[in-house]
């Protein structure tokens, strides 16, 4: 019960046999923050971005989103912030974007692609971020990833917006930046990728929706869509297995990080972080402490 649930509150996440695991949580928008102390949690393992783009008429300013991220890791003090940049597209429509209209949007022009396709767009987010993570603990991580080739690019952006950002007089931080891995095609091309980057969050909503094809948004298909399936288990045992390979951490950020049928699975593969709403935090904990 809930009161049980807030006795663990300030004890490790660790089982009895002394193995431990990150408990992190996601938020979407700036005062979520708080909830996320309240409840205990290691750090943020995934801040959705998309809050500062929807809902209005023309893009954030660098300096809007600046004060937002600088909001939250101020707030989050020495704890981890991973600031994933923007995942607009697919369910996620903004007139502004001017985006098509597109067959299969699922399929389509969204998140990291819209990135690397309007660079203007993309800078305009890092340089918020940077600038911000001379206020706290920040990292970044890049969704929808399918090829090495996307990761590098991405890189040699970020390294020219630091050395803008250095040029212009702001002191410059490393920031560790990682990947989504949601795609087939990050998870089965994860040791290669892993090269590439300082850690791995595993987005099993969309992983699990284009694993096994199934819309993550019709409920009709709420029945096959078996989130247990083995195929999806099998491409987070893989991308795990890789990432500790090249030295990295490797988080789950989805859905499925709340699974307590799940935990002892995922502890046995080796996963660093689970990321879950606030809500769930101390009950994932718990699951820990239990097993
Ligand atoms: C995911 O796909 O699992 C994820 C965490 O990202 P989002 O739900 O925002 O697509
Ligand atoms: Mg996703």
């Given at each position: 019960?809930?009161?049980?649930?807030?006795?663990?509150?300030?004890?490790?996440?660790?089982?009895?046999?002394?193995?431990?695991?990150?408990?992190?949580?996601?938020?979407?928008?700036?005062?979520?923050?708080?909830?996320?102390?309240?409840?205990?949690?290691?750090?943020?393992?995934?801040f959705r971005s998309e809050f500062l783009y929807?809902?209005?008429?023309?893009?954030?300013?660098?300096?809007?989103q600046?004060?937002?991220y600088?909001?939250?890791?101020?707030?989050?003090?020495?704890?981890?912030?991973?600031i994933r940049t923007l995942d607009?597209?697919?369910?996620?429509?903004?007139?502004?974007?001017?985006?098509?209209?597109?067959?299969?949007?699922?399929?389509?022009?969204?998140?990291?692609?819209?990135?690397?396709?309007?660079?203007?767009?993309?800078?305009?987010q890092?340089?918020?971020?940077?600038?911000?993570?001379?206020?706290?603990?920040?990292?970044?991580?890049?969704?929808?990833?399918?090829?090495?080739?996307?990761?590098?690019?991405?890189?040699?952006?970020?390294?020219?917006?630091?050395?803008?950002?250095?040029?212009?007089?702001?002191?410059?931080?490393?920031?560790?930046?990682?990947?989504?891995?949601?795609?087939?095609?990050?998870?089965?091309?994860?040791?290669?990728?892993?090269?590439?980057?300082?850690?791995?969050?595993?987005?099993?909503?969309?992983?699990?929706?284009?694993?096994?094809?199934?819309?993550?948004?019709?409920?009709?298909?709420?029945?096959?869509?078996?989130?247990?399936?083995?195929?999806?288990?099998?491409?987070?045992?893989?991308?795990?297995?890789?990432?500790?390979?090249?030295?990295?951490?490797?988080?789950?950020?989805?859905?499925?990080?709340?699974?307590?049928?799940?935990?002892?699975?995922?502890?046995?593969?080796?996963?660093?972080?689970?990321?879950?709403?606030?809500?769930?935090?101390?009950?994932?904990?718990?699951?820990?402490?239990?097993?």
């Amino acid at each position: 019960d809930l009161e049980a649930l807030e006795q663990l509150k300030g004890k490790d996440n660790v089982t009895g046999d002394g193995r431990r695991i990150d408990i992190f949580a996601n938020i979407g928008k700036v005062e979520d923050a708080q909830g996320a102390l309240e409840a205990d949690a290691g750090g943020i393992g995934l801040f959705r971005s998309e809050f500062l783009y929807l809902g209005r008429g023309n893009f954030p300013t660098e300096e809007e989103q600046f004060l937002s991220y600088k909001a939250v890791l101020e707030k989050m003090g020495e704890k981890k912030v991973v600031i994933r940049t923007l995942d607009i597209g697919a369910d996620k429509k903004v007139d502004y974007f001017n985006l098509d209209e597109e067959e299969n949007p699922a399929l389509g022009y969204r998140a990291i692609r819209i990135c690397l396709d309007r660079p203007e767009i993309f800078i305009t987010q890092l340089r918020a971020i940077f600038r911000a993570s001379a206020y706290g603990r920040a990292a970044i991580m890049f969704p929808m990833v399918v090829s090495t080739a996307e990761v590098r690019r991405i890189k040699e952006i970020v390294e020219q917006v630091k050395e803008e950002l250095s040029t212009e007089g702001y002191p410059v931080k490393d920031v560790e930046l990682g990947i989504m891995i949601e795609t087939p095609a990050a998870a089965l091309i994860s040791d290669e990728l892993a090269k590439e980057v300082d850690f791995f969050s595993i987005g099993t909503n969309d992983l699990t929706q284009y694993t096994l094809a199934v819309d993550r948004q019709n409920q009709k298909l709420e029945s096959t869509c078996d989130t247990h399936h083995p195929a999806v288990l099998k491409l987070i045992e893989m991308t795990v297995k890789n990432g500790h390979k090249e030295g990295i951490w490797v988080g789950i950020c989805g859905e499925l990080a709340a699974d307590t049928d799940l935990t002892e699975t995922f502890l046995n593969m080796g996963v660093d972080e689970l990321s879950v709403s606030a809500s769930s935090v101390l009950k994932v904990r718990k699951a820990v402490r239990d097993i």
